[in-house]
């Protein structure tokens, strides 16, 4: 079955230092791919998405993500952390065009 | 624009009690999803729609029923709640094929007693 795994659970990161979460998706064909951002009480907001093309997909508020086929991870980086990105991190994936299947999601602390 | 818009937002039920949350969203989108999510497992798919008139079980629909009878809406409806059944649902819609991209409303905060 399709499934989108994030390992790290809670991450805590100082502010102004570098961020990589990650993300790994199974299944045989490469999926439409996701990074969505949750503030609490919030729904959720796109970052980015990886359709084709560019490994390399550039997001809003600083983030970037990198697809690699081999390793079937799509991770979340940013350079310089602010304390207003503590949030909870998704990774989602799109299977066969209809159906959206979700990581467990990533706490992010962003330490002063 | 308001997007996706989910009614209620919070609402508690005792036990056997059935309600139904309301999904609409004012951009013509094709596909709408119900989700729920729990702490520590993410989103897990419900039920969704891939058009006025349809649906489709996802991943956890036993207890649920959805309607579709209006493109722009999307109901959940639950007849006889269960504690288990405590969560926070999120409706979630996208243009269709092409796109992916899915658009969230606030949530809505179920609590069954």
């Known amino acids: 079955a399709q499934s989108v795994t994030q390992p790290d659970i809670h991450i805590t990161v100082s502010e102004g230092a570098s961020l990589e979460l990650r993300c790994n998706y199974s299944y045989g064909a490469t999926p439409y791919l996701f990074w969505y951002v949750q503030s609490p009480g919030q729904g959720l907001q796109l970052l980015l998405k990886?359709?084709?093309?560019?490994?390399l997909v550039q997001g809003i508020k600083g983030f970037e993500a990198e697809f690699k086929r081999s390793q079937s991870s799509f991770n979340l980086r940013k350079p310089s952390v602010h304390w207003s990105d503590a949030a909870e991190y998704f990774c989602?994936?799109?299977?066969?065009?209809?159906?959206?299947?979700f990581g467990s999601g990533t706490k992010l602390n962003v330490k002063p | 624009n308001a997007g996706v818009t989910q009614t209620p937002k919070f609402r508690v039920l005792k036990t056997g009690q059935s309600m139904t949350l309301l999904c609409a969203q004012d951009m013509n989108h094709e596909y709408m999803y119900w989700y729920r999510q729990d702490p520590g497992m993410g989103l897990r798919l419900i039920h969704y729609s891939v058009g006025e008139g349809t649906t489709a079980k996802g991943e956890v629909p036993d207890g649920y029923n959805v309607s579709r009878l209006k493109k722009q809406n999307f109901l959940l409806g639950l007849e006889s709640a269960a504690p288990s059944q405590t969560s926070v649902y999120f409706c979630?819609?996208?243009?269709?094929?092409?796109?992916?991209?899915?658009?969230f409303g606030e949530g809505s905060r179920l609590t069954v007693l």
């Open positions: 979630a819609s996208s243009r269709g094929r092409d796109t992916g991209e899915l658009f």
């Open positions: 989602a994936a799109l299977y066969n065009f209809n159906k959206f299947y």
């Open positions: 990886y359709f084709s093309g560019d490994t």
